[in-house]
């Protein structure tokens, strides 16, 4: 068996406490005691080639998002995918099903890396190669399961494949794109949305690969690779960030076998609630020679790392691939692949806890649910409120290459139970504390939030420096406006399903020809509801749902939109309707800058103003009838064009979390050209 003591050893001021053999006197550790559950196929896609796996577990209630690689390895290689599987509580057979972040070519993307934030979400990053470039991508899984803020890392363009990440308890995200034995690379991005560190090197990394991230509770981030070092052919290294740079690299693995090829490799890194940091790794047990890898474990303070290194395995056997997770109480749970007993690299996950040197004897998992021939791979652990979840790769029930991904949890805490949903405290309707009277967008926020067609967060505040998404804009644009619904009993989309609460309102835009879509095979569209819309995007939208008449001047009036821009006619016709403008770029000249991210306020001036015009134009052609009479347009509409000489306040941030926009969308919008309220609109553009 893989049994695990402490003995002593001198080793250049370090110590080891390690796993003797079963002929030991001493006494082992007990096993664990959590009960695991039996796991579920989450992949659930026959023929498919699913890798790679991450799992992140919600801190609130313990809901998981699980992310992997998704490509075909049929003779077509038709595509390859970055795939969730997401709930939002703790389950196995309530996860939303799959649903794609994003869609490349085979082997086009993948290393997807999860974790979570203190807020209930998880993150995720992976790289992907497309037209693009090579980039680092990030999406944000909220508390409901859904995927928002899908986007390219700013500024990681640059063909690495390598990825870690950690996000700390207040949602500061940290992530590392690497190029593999060449450098790694540090981002940060702030809970506003905003990438404050972009494309960091982290100095003396020397040939890196295999790199992990952890942060500690107390937001200082921590990057683990295995490279070359003065003992063995490779160590694991981990440097820290420090608030005045890096600091680092410490050479974690360095002490045990010296003088022996005992090379080190995949290390793990996973924050503890006290400040500290854990890490393990493999590395080649230098008694039994090449291809015997053992699991190494070595905690670390704000004193420094400690000098005791714990071997929890040692055996003839190879354990791979360790993954390591605290949870609230400071236990470090362990999970790896071993083929003790079984023929080479018919890996099997086994399961060890603890903290310190004390750690309980490793076990394996699910042995009565895998039957012995199908192999159990690729794991990965993550704590949430009161569980660990873990998920697998397994060829069960597939042919080779193929294999699926499996998921299961147990809970750390004995007869605990998530915090169950605090009722929130009623806000007052189109009240929000963070939407001043001064404020451009004071009235259209306030006459949206009055008919239902946008609303705020559960704190009573509206966020409209929020970006907007492209499904909340399908809702908005469908119920701000009179187009009909349409909800046809077979999705169009293959990611907006029935249930998806967006799905009347997307279903309604595209059937209008308001929005349309992204193909994803023959006879294969996708929404992409979590993507994030541009000034130029939305505009299109607003013209199409609100039916303008199509302005297209003979001189372009915004220098960044000639008339060879596909939303020239667009842009051209919501500026001569007076419902947005632009920003100066000198003397006689204006940019709109369509690539930019629009925001929630933005957005809520727009549909404000289209409505006022769509108003004005049902009103005079209603007179018109009624009297009988033409009426002859002779000017343009009298609202003076409001052009911005300085940079805005309301300056695009990412989501950091979604607006509830309805709780429960209703079958039929409900705006109405009837209930239309009785403010008069300010008619100031939005820029």
């Known amino acids: 068996m893989l049994a695990s003591l402490v003995f002593g050893l001198s080793t250049g001021g370090s110590q080891m406490a390690g796993a003797a053999s079963p002929a030991s006197t001493a006494s082992a550790p007990s096993a664990p005691?959590?009960?695991?559950?039996?796991?579920?196929?989450?992949?659930?896609?026959?023929?498919?080639?699913?890798n790679d796996p991450a799992v992140g577990g919600s801190a609130l209630n313990d809901g998981a998002t699980v992310a992997e690689e998704s490509r075909d390895?049929?003779?077509?290689?038709?595509?390859?995918?970055?795939?969730?599987?997401?709930?939002?509580v703790l389950g196995l057979a309530n996860f939303l099903g799959a649903r794609n972040l994003e869609e490349s070519g085979w082997k086009q993307n993948g290393s997807p890396r999860v974790a979570h934030d203190g807020l209930g979400r998880r993150h995720v990053i992976w790289w992907q190669a497309d037209s693009n470039g090579t980039c680092g991508w990030y999406a944000r899984v909220d508390a409901d399961g859904v995927a928002r803020s899908?986007?390219?890392?700013?500024?990681?363009?640059?063909?690495?494949?390598?990825?870690?990440?950690?996000?700390?308890?207040?949602?500061t995200v940290h992530a590392f794109f690497g190029a593999n034995l060449s450098d790694i690379h540090y981002w940060r991005m702030e809970p506003t949305g905003v990438w404050s560190i972009q494309n960091e090197t982290v100095p003396n990394t020397n040939a890196p690969k295999d790199i992990s991230a952890g942060v500690t509770s107390t937001n200082s981030p921590?990057?683990?690779?295995?490279?070359?070092?003065?003992?063995?052919?490779?160590?694991?290294?981990?440097?820290?960030?420090?608030?005045?740079?890096w600091v680092g690299p410490s050479n974690l693995s360095a002490p045990f076998c010296q003088g022996s090829a005992a090379t080190a490799h995949l290390p793990t890194l996973a924050g503890d609630p006290t400040g500290g940091m854990r890490a393990a790794w493999t590395q080649v047990n230098c008694g039994q020679g090449l291809g015997t890898d053992d699991v190494f474990y070595r905690e670390w303070t704000p004193s420094g790392w400690s000098g005791v290194i714990k071997q929890v395995t040692n055996s003839s056997s190879n354990s791979y691939n360790v993954t390591v997770a605290v949870d609230a109480s400071g236990v470090a749970h362990l999970i790896w692949s071993d083929d003790q007993g079984f023929s080479t690299s018919n890996f099997k996950i086994w399961y060890?806890?603890?903290?310190?040197?004390?750690?309980?004897?490793?076990?394996?998992?699910?042995?009565?649910?895998?039957?012995?021939?199908?192999?159990?791979k690729d794991s990965s652990l993550d704590g949430g409120f009161s569980a660990m979840?873990?998920?697998?790769?397994?060829?069960?029930?597939?042919?080779?290459?193929?294999?699926?991904?499996?998921?299961s949890y147990a809970m750390t805490v004995p007869g605990s139970t998530p915090t169950p949903a605090v009722t929130p405290t009623p806000c007052i309707p189109g009240n929000f504390s963070d939407v001043r009277s001064t404020d451009?967008?004071?009235?259209?926020?306030?006459?949206?939030?009055?008919?239902?067609?946008?609303?705020?967060?559960?704190?009573?505040?509206?966020?409209?420096?929020?970006?907007?998404?492209?499904?909340?804009?399908?809702?908005?644009?469908?119920?701000?406006?009179?187009?009909?619904?349409?909800?046809?009993?077979?999705?169009?989309?293959?990611?907006?399903?029935?249930?998806?609460?967006?799905?009347?309102?997307?279903?309604?835009?595209?059937?209008?020809?308001?929005?349309?879509?992204?193909?994803?095979?023959?006879?294969?569209?996708?929404?992409?509801?979590?993507?994030?819309?541009?000034?130029?995007?939305?505009?299109?939208?607003?013209?199409?749902?609100?039916?303008?008449p199509t302005f297209t001047p003979a001189t372009p009036t915004f220098r960044d939109v000639p008339r060879t821009d596909p939303f020239f006619s667009d842009i051209e016709t919501v500026v001569h309707n007076g419902i947005v403008s632009g920003y100066s770029c000198g003397t006689n000249c204006l940019e709109f800058r369509p690539g930019n991210l629009i925001t929630r306020g933005q957005a809520a001036k727009m549909v404000y103003l289209a409505r006022a015009v769509a108003v004005a134009e049902a009103t005079a052609t209603a007179t018109a009838a009624a009297t009988d009479t033409p009426i002859v347009v002779t000017a343009t509409p009298t609202a003076t064009l409001f052009v911005i000489t300085a940079t805005p306040t309301n300056t695009a941030v990412v989501v950091t979390s979604t607006p509830t926009i309805t709780s429960t969308p209703s079958n039929t919008p409900t705006s109405t050209w009837t209930a239309m309220p009785t403010l008069t609109p300010t008619r100031t553009p939005t820029p």
């Open 352 to 376: 060890s806890k603890g903290q310190g040197t004390d750690f309980s004897a490793p076990v394996r998992l699910f042995s009565g649910f895998f039957p012995d021939n199908a192999y159990e």
């Open 222 to 245: 921590f990057i683990a690779w295995a490279g070359p070092g003065p003992v063995h052919s490779a160590d694991v290294q981990v440097s820290m960030r420090g608030a005045s740079g």
């Open 389 to 407: 979840h873990l998920v697998l790769s397994t060829n069960l029930g597939e042919s080779s290459p193929n294999k699926e991904t499996y998921y």
């Open 150 to 171: 899908i986007q390219i890392v700013p500024n990681s363009c640059g063909g690495r494949k390598n990825t870690a990440l950690a996000v700390a308890p207040d949602g």
């Open 440 to 548: 451009f967008f004071y009235n259209a926020v306030r006459d949206l939030a009055l008919h239902n067609v946008m609303s705020g967060y559960g704190d009573c505040t509206f966020r409209p420096s929020n970006n907007l998404t492209r499904g909340q804009a399908a809702k908005i644009v469908v119920t701000g406006s009179n187009v009909p619904p349409y909800t046809p009993a077979t999705p169009t989309f293959r990611d907006v399903a029935v249930t998806d609460p967006f799905y009347q309102y997307v279903e309604a835009a595209y059937h209008s020809g308001v929005i349309s879509g992204y193909t994803c095979g023959t006879g294969c569209l996708e929404f992409r509801s979590g993507f994030n819309v541009t000034r130029g995007q939305f505009a299109k939208m607003i013209k199409g749902a609100f039916a303008l």
């Open 73 to 88: 390895e049929g003779t077509q290689h038709a595509f390859g995918r970055i795939v969730n599987h997401s709930n939002s």
């Open 33 to 50: 005691n959590e009960t695991w559950q039996n796991p579920v196929n989450v992949s659930n896609a026959q023929g498919v080639y699913d």
